[in-house]
C-alpha cells in the first residue's frame, strides 16, 4: 500500500541529505565548485581563527558528508541527523550569525532550514522507505535516543 507520509519523508531525507553530502564534498574534494580542504581551510583560519584549517575544513566535511548520506539512506536513525545539526550549529554560530537572518547576506538561513529539517527527520524517523526499515533497524530512531543524539550534537 502507498504510503504518502513516507514517501514526504524521503523527499525530505533525500533534499536535506544529499545537499548536506554535496557541501561536504566541496570541502573534502572539492566537487561541485568547492575549494578543496586547502581552500577551505585557508578560510577556517583567516576568517574563522580555526587551526589548523585543513584539518578543522576535512573534519567539518566529513561530518556533513556522512550525517548528509546517512539521512539521505535513512540509516543508523537519528545519528545522521544529528551530525547534520552538529556541523550546521558550528556553521551558523562561527560564521553565519553575526550577518543575520537571509543567506543572500550569508546569514544563517540555509543553516537553520537545514537544522529544522535534520530535527524533524531525527524525531519523526525515517519512515518505512529507508534503509533502517528495510533491515529492521530502527533502535536509534525517535524518541530518548533521538534526544540523546541531539544532545550531543548540540554540546
Known amino acids: 500500500m502507498f504510503n504518502e507520509i513516507a514517501l514526504g519523508l524521503l523527499i525530505a531525507r533525500l533534499l536535506i541529505g544529499l545537499g548536506m553530502a554535496a557541501h561536504g564534498a566541496q570541502k573534502v574534494f572539492g566537487w561541485f565548485g568547492g575549494y578543496g580542504p586547502k581552500g577551505t581551510g585557508q578560510f577556517f583560519e583567516s576568517m574563522l581563527g580555526y587551526r589548523p584549517g585543513v584539518v578543522f575544513a576535512v573534519l567539518a566535511g566529513l561530518g556533513e558528508m556522512g550525517g548528509g548520506i546517512l539521512t539521505a539512506l535513512g540509516f543508523l536513525g537519528a545519528l545522521g541527523p544529528a551530525l547534520v545539526v552538529m556541523v550546521m550549529l558550528v ?64 554540546l
Do not use: Q, R
Open 91 to 154: 556553521a551558523m554560530f562561527s560564521a553565519h550569525f553575526k550577518n543575520g537572518f537571509w543567506m543572500s547576506n550569508k546569514g544563517w538561513e540555509l543553516n537553520g532550514t537545514y537544522i529544522a529539517g535534520a530535527l524533524a527527520l531525527a524525531f519523526s524517523g525515517f519512515g518505512v522507505y529507508s534503509l533502517d526499515s528495510v533491515i529492521g533497524f530502527t533502535h536509534l530512531s525517535g524518541g530518548p535516543v533521538a534526544w540523546v543524539l541531539i544532545g550531543l550534537a548540540i
